[in-house]
């Protein structure tokens, strides 16, 4: 039971906003929306994370959902190595364990 | 930010042999796991390291399979016993520093082929 829910694959113009869904619509309250990135053969990286306000670091924005049900990984300048398959998780604030699901591949097109 | 040492970061093991994977964290944390993924397949956990006591594991991974040894808080390491082709996978170390650091750190992996 992955807990969310993304799209199996999505392509992205180099230079466009890359706009990533996930839907987590079993959310409880006390837990962290997480995304991460794998490029392959190499381990998760640590890309954002929030819990109910929209969240922007230097890599990528994350908005959520007022129901918390689903959220979006914007990445604003998509560049090609962006290309990677992309986790969204969810986690409680003790557990910290990581459920993965399958992940949406994003492939970054020239 | 946590930065998470693996070593090996490849090797090539023979059936039936056991390899042991090392993971050092450069600061304390709090939890460490450890996880595993098979060739074209998302990250599954194989358990929790829990400093001084015994690894909480998850559902179908054992204690004889994957003995895990968590001497202190920077410090893990997983043994892949008795190794079949089946355990050809990259074997991955995560940490966190707690409540009050909520990111969740990845190794680099350990990349095993079972021949």
């Known amino acids: 039971d992955a807990k969310t829910t993304q799209p199996t694959s999505m392509d992205c113009a180099e230079g466009r906003a890359a706009n990533l869904p996930c839907n987590h619509s079993?959310?409880?309250?006390?837990?962290?929306v997480y995304w991460y990135r794998q490029i392959h053969s190499q381990g998760p990286q640590y890309i954002i994370h929030?819990?109910?306000n929209n969240e922007t670091n230097e890599m990528a924005s994350l908005i959520i959902t007022e129901d918390r049900k689903s959220s979006t990984l914007i990445l604003p300048h998509a560049t090609l190595r962006d290309t990677a398959v992309y986790y969204c998780?969810?986690?409680?604030?003790?557990?910290?364990?990581?459920?993965f699901g399958s992940g949406t591949q994003l492939t970054v097109l020239p | 930010s946590a930065v998470i040492s693996q070593k090996p970061s490849r090797d090539i093991c023979q059936r039936g042999t056991s390899l042991t994977i090392q993971c050092q964290v450069d600061s304390q944390v709090t939890m460490m796991f450890w996880y595993r993924q098979q060739p074209g397949q998302s990250l599954t956990l194989i358990a929790t390291a829990n400093q001084g006591s015994e690894a909480t594991y998850e559902s179908g991974f054992v204690i004889d399979k994957f003995p895990i040894s968590r001497p202190n808080l920077t410090f893990s390491t997983l043994t892949v016993s008795n190794m079949s082709p089946e355990d050809s996978s990259i074997y991955l170390c995560?940490?966190?520093?707690?409540?009050?650091?909520?990111?969740?750190?990845f190794g680099e992996g350990s990349w095993l082929t079972v021949v």
């Open positions: 079993t959310i409880s309250g006390n837990e962290y």
């Open positions: 998780l969810r986690a409680s604030g003790s557990a910290r364990q990581l459920t």
């Open positions: 929030g819990l109910k």
């Open positions: 995560s940490a966190t520093r707690g409540s009050s650091e909520n990111t969740i750190y």
